[in-house]
């Protein structure tokens, strides 16, 4: 008998049995609805292939938060520790165990989401999951596979969240050596500094490593397709954030169409020509060509549609992304939902995942009957807070003022803009952060707020405030009555919110609107 390999994830759940709900993939989407479901009394099932938490909690975003603290609190030594006082004439970076931290951080994570599974009796399944066929009336099969052998198990609804992986461009010969993809990088081995590193792609992804890397004394050079770095990002946004990476020594290229990227004998070289040029003339273009150790490869991510059963069951996927009703997550097929990045509508972002999966449980087991719960509907305007963590950091939420001028535009209504300087917050100043801005968009004639843009300390933090004031229709005037803490970076908000009326105290030349 050969021996049993290892699972990655939990294996206690119980083969050949119906459960009320079956997951498939326990990203932040995956077990939050196995969690949620399991509140409500549901029989579930989760399945997953690799470790619980998805890309999230392994590869995405907390493992590249715990290298940003490391970067943080260099940035402080580096920029900020001798104007406070603080002489530190002796330090070394050690970036092995910056990783290391990073390990236990992501582990025991994995840990906790595990240990909260088993607290709410949820069968898990170490596998890759497929639906076989069924149907709502019936049950839908599913199988598991994994090294050790293939399982089966029904399911009255099935929950699809599988998530996505790095996109990948065959022109880009990507290796897994030399020409990476964030899950490389962020692989538990990757212990070492190169001297050098080209990012292709500057968004957000690629932003944010190249933000690490140049901090860590790495020199950076990004190339982007687009004209603007994180192309999403209100325009003086990345205004700031640009004179930022200049003085980290970060060269971000735009407008660069890179062709391919070859591994050499020292490195990495990557040959682009103008994004501008028509592609009848690239052959005859002039060319530019970049070297560096190790390059990265950001362009974006590709679902996870793919060998899941789906196709058989009719189930509608285009491009790779599986077509949902916007209101309940629901598949064409009845009985079948799907939520995160493998689906069509919203933002591929975690938590954009975790509130799909609140939606989509409460519509299947309200269509099961028997459970005390409500059958929410997601909605056009739903509230979603955008994070980047930069130095400084990025908060949005809403439109962005160049898109809330072209709604009034078309909507014949008025808008009024509020901005705030950390330059004029007494709190920023004590911390030695003055850099950035806030901005508050609204529409004139009912004060509610269209939208928020935010660079600077604390930026994902003061976002989620606009966030919950436009979730429940709080207006500029209300957000700015209310009595903010002092001194604290909270007060952004209160003096931008002043600020859409002209009522800021610490802003001067502003007239009353």
């Not at 994994?146 to 996109?167: E, H, L, Q, Y």
């Not at 003022?401 to 509020?418: L, Q, R, V």
């Not at 300087?421 to 508050?440: P, R």
């Amino acid at each position: 008998m050969s021996e049993e390999k290892k699972c990655l994830f939990l294996d206690n759940g119980k083969e050949n049995e119906l459960y009320d709900i079956v997951v498939i993939g326990a990203g932040p989407g995956g077990y939050h609805s196995a969690i949620r479901a399991a509140q409500y009394g549901a029989k579930v099932a989760l399945i997953e292939k690799s470790f619980a938490g998805g890309v999230c909690s392994n590869l995405g975003c907390i493992p590249t938060k715990a290298l940003y603290a490391s970067v943080s609190l260099l940035e402080d030594i580096q920029e900020k520790a001798e104007s406070l006082g603080i002489q530190i004439k002796d330090y070394s970076i050690n970036f092995e165990q910056a990783v290391e931290r990073k390990n236990k951080v992501v582990n025991d994570l994995r840990l906790g989401i595990e240990g909260l599974l088993k607290a709410q009796n949820v069968a898990c399944f170490f596998g890759f999951g497929r639906i076989e066929g069924g149907n709502k009336e019936s049950g839908f099969d599913i199988s598991i596979e994994n090294p050790n052998g293939k399982r089966f198990i029904k399911g009255k609804r099935v929950i699809i969240a599988t998530g996505s992986k790095p996109a990948m461009i065959p022109a880009f010969n990507i290796d897994h050596k030399k020409i990476l993809t964030s899950d490389d990088i962020l692989n538990p081995n990757f212990k070492k500094l190169p001297k050098s590193m080209l990012i292709i792609g500057a968004g957000v992804i690629g932003c944010e490593f190249g933000n690490i890397f140049a901090r860590f004394g790495v020199k950076v050079t990004m190339l982007e397709l687009l004209p603007t770095m994180i192309a999403t990002e209100e325009k003086l946004v990345i205004k700031e954030l640009q004179k930022k990476f200049e003085k980290m020594g970060i060269k971000v290229h735009v407008n660069q169409n890179v062709l391919k990227i070859e591994a050499t004998e020292n490195g990495v070289r990557a040959i682009t020509c103008d994004a501008t040029i028509p592609k009848e003339k690239i052959e005859t273009a002039e060319k530019f060509i970049y070297e560096a150790d190790l390059c990265l490869v950001s362009i974006g991510r590709t679902k996870l549609s793919q060998d899941l059963g789906l196709e058989k069951l009719g189930v509608k996927i285009e491009r790779g992304s599986i077509i949902v009703d916007k209101e309940t997550m629901e598949t064409n097929v009845t009985g079948i939902y799907a939520i995160g990045d493998v689906n069509n509508v919203g933002l591929m972002l975690a938590h954009v995942a975790s509130y799909q999966g609140d939606i989509a449980v409460s519509q299947a087991l309200h269509s099961l009957g028997g459970f005390d719960i409500h059958p929410r509907k997601a909605s056009d305007n739903d509230v979603v807070p955008y994070t980047i963590f930069t130095e400084p950091e990025i908060g949005s939420v809403g439109l962005r003022e160049e898109a809330a001028k072209k709604w009034a535009k078309e909507n014949n209504k008025k808008i009024y803009t509020g901005r705030f300087y950390y330059s004029s917050l007494g709190k920023a100043k004590c911390m030695g952060k003055e850099d950035g801005f806030l901005m508050i968009v609204v529409d004139a004639e009912t004060d509610k707020i269209l939208g928020a843009s935010c660079i600077g300390a604390e930026a994902p933090e003061l976002i989620a405030e606009i966030a919950l004031a436009m979730n429940y229709g709080i207006t500029a005037t209300q957000l700015a009555e209310t009595i903010h803490s002092h001194p604290t970076v909270s007060e952004m908000v209160m003096e931008a919110a002043e600020d859409v009326h002209g009522l800021s105290i610490h802003k001067a030349s502003r007239i009353r609107k």
